[in-house]
């Protein structure tokens, strides 16, 4: 194994006991050195030489990915794990001491929610229904919305309190996120595509997502998401031993079940002043960069969390490892986006973005040998081969956006094989600097166009 086998593959591939061994061997031995090393390989020879300065460190971060050979259980590892992540940054959230950063921080706290409960209600149809194909059908006719999730796993002989009030209640909440986002992308994405038509042609236009100021209390939403989840979880037969243990107490759930204590409104405003998310095109516009910057605090939260908890014990209960790294791999794809938007001419972002969707060579290639318009003059896009780079390792490893959130694809194949081990801070370095290098490309754009009126920009 050379150094760089490590960037260009260990990221997509199984650590076995031996590629450990070797890797050790370059970070601990004598065998390499690091003036000899790429500028890439350096740049994590450094990293991983401060964050993990002995072999036992080293160690204490390996986690691994079983699976169960039961689908639902698999679903129920992850719908835990995003749970877990979500009430984490909640805490961080409520922590901040700077309380603008709420507004933006709210959109991957409610996507790890949202993500959370649909992947709990796969796991409960899942366990319930063992035939293959009808799984893969009940895929494809629910998708995403939870409404319509809930529907299905009610009509399963599963849950004796279903016509208590909780459940009640349970299936308005969901018909109240389903109205705003039925296909997960409301909390993703500042934008929607919907199709106009005028006499002569049909156009593609853009939609922000939130039009109108809300102010979002927090504590109910996320108190509403753990009691949800909560409800769901009373479904489940049997809970692994690998699950980790919801960070949460619901203690009064036995009355919530037969008197909901609270609304089954969505995005409920109110709230202490210093707990509230203000979000609202008219308060303030949202941009690609906001929501990018918001998915990549949390992930760093959640990971600098994760190392500082090291114990002994601690390998193949990596809780956060599939969050972190979706939070990480979306903020990549929003900046990519941005960069499009602001390196295309409007109609041709537009057309690039809603047609490569997530696929982020495909963003990255559309754009990159565009060129920024400067006050002066046009200039090309500044560190294009540290981008093509790192932008090609993200894509090979997860093309679909769908790796890090679903522990299978839509055939229901598994993603990694079995055992999947991993090392979580190769994967955090090489997500977060792809991040990193294309959000350093865009801050010099905006300084270089800094003050024009007419620089090319997605319009929303």
Request: proline share 3%.
């Amino acid at each position: 194994m050379t150094f760089i086998s490590v960037n260009k593959e260990l990221i997509c591939s199984n650590l076995s006991k031996n590629k450990l061994n070797r890797i050790i061997n370059i970070y601990y031995g004598e065998k390499v050195k690091r003036d000899e090393l790429e500028a890439y390989e350096q740049g994590l020879y450094d990293y991983l030489k401060e964050e993990y300065p002995s072999r036992e460190r080293l160690e204490q971060a390996l986690g691994e990915i079983q699976h169960f050979n039961d689908l639902s259980k698999d679903f129920l590892v992850m719908a835990i794990n995003f749970q877990i992540s979500a009430a984490e940054v909640v805490y961080y959230m409520a922590s901040e001491s700077s309380i603008a950063r709420l507004d933006t921080l709210f959109f991957p706290m409610v996507y790890l929610y949202r993500q959370s409960i649909e992947l709990l209600l796969k796991a409960i149809y899942f366990q319930e229904v063992q035939d293959q194909s009808e799984r893969k059908l009940f895929i494809g006719r629910t998708r995403h919305d939870l409404s319509t999730l809930y529907q299905e796993v009610t009509a399963l002989p599963i849950n004796p309190d279903q016509d208590k009030a909780g459940y009640t209640w349970l299936a308005d909440f969901f018909d109240n996120i389903s109205l705003f986002d039925k296909v997960s992308d409301s909390f993703r994405y500042p934008y929607k595509f919907h199709m106009t038509n005028d006499v002569f042609d049909r156009h593609l236009k853009v939609k922000k997502v939130f039009e109108e100021r809300k102010d979002i209390d927090l504590i109910k939403l996320s108190t509403k998401f753990s009691y949800a989840f909560a409800l769901l979880q009373r479904l489940i037969i049997e809970l692994p031993q690998e699950c980790n243990e919801i960070p949460y107490a619901v203690d009064k759930l036995g009355d919530f079940i037969d008197n909901p204590d609270c609304s089954s409104e969505f995005l409920e405003e109110g709230g202490h002043y210093y707990l509230r998310c203000v979000i609202g095109e008219d308060y303030r516009p949202t941009d690609f960069n906001r929501y990018a910057d918001a998915y990549s605090d949390c992930a760093e939260y959640l990971y600098k969390k994760r190392i500082s908890d090291f114990t002994e014990n601690h390998r193949s209960n990596i809780s956060c490892y599939h969050p972190v790294c979706y939070l990480l791999r979306n903020a990549i794809e929003l900046s990519l986006k941005k960069l499009c938007a602001r390196c295309a001419e409007y109609d041709e972002a537009i057309e690039l973005i809603s047609t490569k969707k997530h696929n982020l060579l495909g963003l990255w290639n559309g754009s990159k040998d565009k060129h920024a318009e400067g006050p002066m003059n046009f200039f090309p896009i500044p560190h294009s081969n540290q981008i093509d780079f790192y932008v090609k390792l993200v894509n090979g490893v997860d093309e679909t956006s769908s790796r890090f959130r679903y522990p299978t694809d839509n055939n229901l194949e598994h993603y990694n094989p079995v055992p999947y081990r991993y090392h979580f801070g190769i994967h955090y370095y090489l997500l977060s600097t792809c991040f990193e290098r294309i959000r350093v490309t865009e801050y010099i754009i905006d300084e270089a166009t800094d003050g024009r009126e007419d620089y090319r920009e997605l319009r929303i």
